[in-house]
Nanobody
Framework: QVQLVESGGGLVQAGDSLTLSCAAS????????VGWFRQAPEQEHEFVAA????????NYADSVKGRFTISRDSAKNTVYLQMNSLKPEDTAVYYC????????????????????WGQGTQVTVSS
């Protein structure tokens, strides 16, 4: 069973940057493809970014493309979400999710494709 723990959320001003971390344990990290999702109040989960098991493939929601960067550090069993030029509409609880996969290149962008989820970390961007 994979355990995921997010950290790095907080309250920032519009235009600021923030880096979220997703630490994985309980499974071989190199087998995991990972994604970030977010949920604003009274809204559905929204896909944000995803990275393949091998780290060579990434995918971003149009709303964050060019501002957010997903990356992974195998030595630390951690996936990061670097968020720049934050906007008030980025305010949400951010969740990381993981799935074991044989594919080193495939990225997963649908919530239903993921098996394991973290508890979430709040990001609030003030205007």
């Amino acid at each position: 069973q994979v355990q995921l723990v997010e950290s790095g959320g907080g309250l920032v001003q519009a235009g600021d940057s923030l880096t979220l971390s997703c630490a994985a344990s309980g499974s071989t990290f190199s087998w995991l493809a990972v994604g970030w999702f977010r949920q604003a109040p009274e809204q559905e989960h929204e896909f944000v970014a995803a990275i393949s098991r091998g780290g060579g493939s990434t995918n971003y929601a149009d709303s964050v493309k060019g501002r957010f960067t997903i990356s992974r550090d195998s030595a630390k069993n951690t996936v990061y979400l670097q968020m720049n030029s934050l906007k008030p509409e980025d305010t949400a609880v951010y969740y990381c999710a993981a799935i074991s996969t044989f594919s080193s290149r495939q990225v997963f962008t649908s919530r239903g494709q993921y098996v394991n989820w973290g508890q979430g970390t709040q990001v609030t961007v003030s205007s």
